[in-house]
Structures are given as C-alpha cells and as structure tokens.
C-alpha cells in the first residue's frame, strides 16, 4: 500500500483512474468502511482510501476535538485489506486552491440538515475538493449517511460524472450500525443504542405490513424511546428513499433517526 499525503505526489503516483475506486473516510476504519473497500476490490482492479477529518463539517469544535483518531491502526488494517492508495491529506493542502462553494437551498434543510448547521455544507465542499482531486469515477460511500449519500448524488455526482456506489449498513450482531463514534459510548450507551436499534426495527416492519392503517405521525413513539432511554431525539421520520421527502409510505421509503446520548450523537436508518 502506498501512503500519499501530498496532491503533488498523488499526481505523480496516478495518472489514470480509469481503474481505481474511492473510498472516502475520516477514519477509525470499522467493518462499514470495510464493506466499502471490499466492494470497490470486487468491482474496481485498484482502490484508493482516503482519511480526512475534515474540520469544516464539524458544526462544533468539541465534537471535532475528540472524533477518534487512530492512523496508526488505520493503516495497519487497511494494509492488511491489500488497499493499493492511502491518501491523508492536511487540510492546507486541501483548502489551498480555489473551488466553487455549495450551499443547500430550503427544501434541503431536512433530517441532519435542519439540526446541524453548516455540516453538509461542509462535507459538500470537502468532497467537491476531494473529487476534483482524486479523479476516480466510480465512489464508494455507505447507506448509514444516507442524506450524505443523497446529497452528494444530487450534487456532484453529475459534475464530476462519477457513479456513487450505495453499500448497505454492516450492523453489530446486537443491531448497532457500525460508526467511529460509537467509541465514545460506554457499554450502558452501547446497550440503549442495540435497544433503540431493535425498537425501530419492528416499527419499520410493522409500518410496511401495515402500511394502509399504520400511523404516520411518530411523535408518541419518540416521546416514549426519550422518556424510556434518556436520550433526546433530534428527529423520527418516514422519508422516501429517492427524494427524502415525507413518505406516505406508499412508495419505498426508510426510518430515519438521529439522537445524542451521553452528548454523542448518533444517526441512522432503517
Ligand atoms: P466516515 O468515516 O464516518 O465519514 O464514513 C466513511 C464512509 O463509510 C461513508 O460513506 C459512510 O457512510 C460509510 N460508513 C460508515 N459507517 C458505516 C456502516 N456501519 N456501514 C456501511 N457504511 C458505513
């Protein structure tokens, strides 16, 4: 594996991405990121990792702060995984050139978008850089971001002409989606979360064999997982999987959740 920390030398060492996958990381490499290269692998001859903890998505600097970090066993595993390009970036290398800036309009200020301000904004603007960059054209990028997933689709995946490749979420066997924050949680959070987990997982399968008389407004289930699990939910919602728009849950839609607990906060869908 060949470890690049510098655009001059990327440059230097591909010429052609005519072959290689992208998988975008910040990092602490689980078995999601993992699903990711291994996908790549299968469809791509060669594949390059990036890990970025890119600043300006960060709507709080003591989030930032203490994200989990930890390259060194990082670049043990991805090596192990035969990745053919590590590339850590700094973040002057990263921000030195000029690049167009996105900004999402008010039908976009949904789900994360309306609680954390300035996050997709952040990540919009760092893969548009990391795009342009690594030239790739096939992306790599996991289900459990899903409106990260959505909004990069809709917003660079036709400017760059890049396919983004949707992996599914890899779930601990107790349910927990895979996350680099789950670090920060002690084994009490970590059971609440496989709880919280397996609770939205039976309202989804009731709500899709039940579609026609099921509720839609989820506002007594969240009072009830707050009250029962100490956490505060940001936002439980049906959307629809092609626009995230509220679903009637008529066409294919998802679960999505997104709560702090201990003061980390978690997202995910189902
Ligand atoms: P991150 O390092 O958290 O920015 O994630 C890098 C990529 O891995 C993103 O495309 C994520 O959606 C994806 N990812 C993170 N966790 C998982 C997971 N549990 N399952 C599948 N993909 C994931």
Do not use: W
Request: glycine share 2%; hydrophobic share 40%; net charge positive.
């Amino acid at each position: 594996m060949k470890i690049i920390t510098s655009i001059f030398d990327l440059n230097k060492e591909i010429k052609n991405y005519k072959n290689v996958g992208f998988v975008p990381t910040m990092g602490g490499i689980h078995n999601g990121h993992i699903s990711l290269i291994k996908a790549s692998q299968k469809k791509k001859k060669k594949t390059i990792v990036s890990i970025f903890v890119n600043p300006t998505q960060f709507n709080n600097k003591i989030d930032f702060k203490k994200y989990p970090r930890n390259i060194k066993k990082d670049i043990i595993l991805l090596k192990k995984l035969n990745v053919n390009y590590l590339f850590i970036p700094n973040s002057k290398d990263i921000y030195k050139f000029k690049a167009k800036k996105f900004f999402l309009r008010k039908k976009d200020k949904i789900l994360c978008a309306k609680f954390r301000k300035g996050h997709f904004e952040g990540v919009l603007n760092v893969m548009n850089r990391l795009m342009s960059i690594i030239k790739s054209k096939d992306l790599f990028m996991g289900e459990k971001d899903y409106q990260q997933l959505y909004l990069i689709r809709k917003f660079l995946s036709k400017k760059f002409d890049v396919r983004i490749n949707a992996c599914p979420t890899i779930r601990t066997t107790d349910k927990i989606a895979l996350s680099t924050r789950n670090k920060l949680l002690n084994k009490k959070s970590l059971n609440k979360a496989s709880q919280i987990a397996k609770l939205l997982i039976a309202i989804k399968k009731r709500s899709k064999f039940s579609s026609s008389t099921f509720k839609l407004d989820l506002s007594d289930y969240k009072i009830e997982l707050e009250k029962k699990f100490k956490i505060k939910i940001d936002y439980l919602e049906f959307r629809d999987e092609k626009n995230l728009k509220l679903n009637n849950l008529k066409n294919k839609f998802r679960l999505f959740i997104a709560y702090n607990i201990d003061r980390i906060r978690l997202i995910d869908n189902f």
